[in-house]
T-cell receptor, first 111, second 111 residues
Framework: NAGVTQTPKFQVLKTGQSMTLQCAQD?????MYWYRQDPGMGLRLIYY???????DKGEVPNGYNVSRLNKREFSLRLESAAPSQTSVYFC??????????FGPGTRLTVL | LAKTTQPISMDSYEGQEVNITCSHN???????ITWYQQFPSQGPRFIIQ???TKVTNEVASLFIPADRKSSTLSLPRVSLSDTAVYYC????????????FGPGTRLSVLP
């Protein structure tokens, strides 16, 4: 099992550009999450999907959109990137035994 | 979900036992206590979870008093490789939900 995979690993954008971060899990989990982590800070929840077909806002949803494409995949889109969105983005899936499994992260820089 | 409070940082020496306490005064009846470990440039990794009394696994022990308003993560005989950030979360078992990680406790293990 690959667990949780994320693409790309690194990305540099110019202000105003758009991009989609991809996430997939092969553990058959119902719930998936997107977090951002700024340097020296804890994780902040952007959006989550408790089950296929549903999405909900987390603590910092502004400037982002998500799509739960199917049970395996949960994508995060930045429509018009801003320097304040420079961060490391983590995707996670959640098992019914209270355990979140995290991907390796995407390091995004917005110039 | 219950808000948690933990120390921002702790220092220890190799071979010592480290105890990190988390306060969660408004924990609900069906909530579980979970702990995660995060190394630099990686996503968090689940360590342990518990509901009451004591739980032990190959990595750590978790002590929860009867009133469940706090919990203590115990790391026996730490090594340099235990230097990481440790997060305490209170979760409702098995449901997709709005997780709040907070800043965590930055543990530095010194030689």
């Amino acid at each position: 099992n690959a667990g949780v995979t994320q693409t790309p690993k690194f990305q540099v954008l110019k202000t105003g550009q758009s991009m989609t971060l991809q996430c997939a899990q092969d553990m058959n989990h119902n719930s998936m999450y997107w977090y951002r982590q700024d340097p020296g800070m804890g994780l902040r929840l952007i959006y989550y999907s408790a089950s296929e077909g549903t999405t909900d806002k987390g603590e910092v949803p502004n400037g982002y959109n998500v799509s739960r494409l199917n049970k395996r995949e949960f994508s995060l889109r930045l429509e018009s990137a801003a320097p304040s969105q420079t961060s490391v983005y983590f995707c996670a899936s959640y098992s019914s035994y209270n355990e979140q499994f995290f991907g390796p992260g995407t390091r995004l820089t917005v110039l | 979900l219950a808000k948690t409070t933990q120390p921002i940082s702790m220092d220890s020496y190799e071979g010592q036992e480290v105890n990190i306490t988390c306060s969660h005064n408004n924990i609900a009846t069906n909530d579980y206590i979970t702990w995660y470990q995060q190394f630099p440039s990686q996503g968090p990794r689940f360590i342990i979870q518990g509901y009451k009394t004591k739980v032990t696994n190959e990595v750590a022990s978790l002590f929860i008093p009867a009133d469940r308003k706090s919990s203590t993560l115990s790391l026996p005989r730490v090594s340099l490789s235990d230097t990481a950030v440790y997060y305490c979360l209170v979760v409702l078992r098995g449901y997709g939900q709005n997780f709040v990680f907070g800043p965590g406790t930055r543990l530095s293990v010194l030689p």
